[in-house]
Nanobody, 121 residues
Framework: VQLQASGGGLVQAGGSLRLSCAAS????????MGWFRQAPGKEREFVAA????????HYADSVKGRFTISRDNAKNTVYLQMNSLKPDDTAVYFC???????????????WGQGTQVTVSS
């Protein structure tokens, strides 16, 4: 699976962005998908995950109620809608595919290249 993340940018605190991750290669709908982020000098951290069918989602506590993960298997794309953004959300955001919705990045098999999200105060 090849993954291409897009949609990052610069936004003011309180604003919104929608990230997309387009997949190609092996059958996208077979894979659970996750979003992770990594800020400078910090470890990669879990943001959200969604099961292959879209029927199960879970979120890091830090983004619950503000971010929504979704997928469109017909378009081979997973999304991350980010609302009420805070400066602490500034990071490079990565999408990942695997047979897991774990919060552990090491359990995912495929990774996209990342897209920068910067939230100004």
């Amino acid at each position: 699976v090849q993954l291409q993340a897009s949609g990052g940018g610069l936004v003011q605190a309180g604003g919104s962005l929608r990230l997309s991750c387009a997949a190609s290669g092996r059958t996208f709908s077979f894979y659970d998908m996750g979003w992770f982020r990594q800020a400078p000098g910090k470890e990669r951290e879990f943001v959200a995950a969604i099961s292959w069918s879209g029927g199960s989602t879970h979120y890091a506590d830090s983004v619950k109620g503000r971010f929504t993960i979704s997928r469109d298997n017909a378009k081979n794309t997973v999304y991350l809608q980010m609302n009420s953004l805070k400066p602490d959300d500034t990071a490079v955001y990565f999408c990942a595919a695997g047979k897991t919705t774990s919060s552990r990045p090491g359990l995912y098999d495929y990774w996209g290249q990342g897209t920068q999200v910067t939230v100004s105060s």
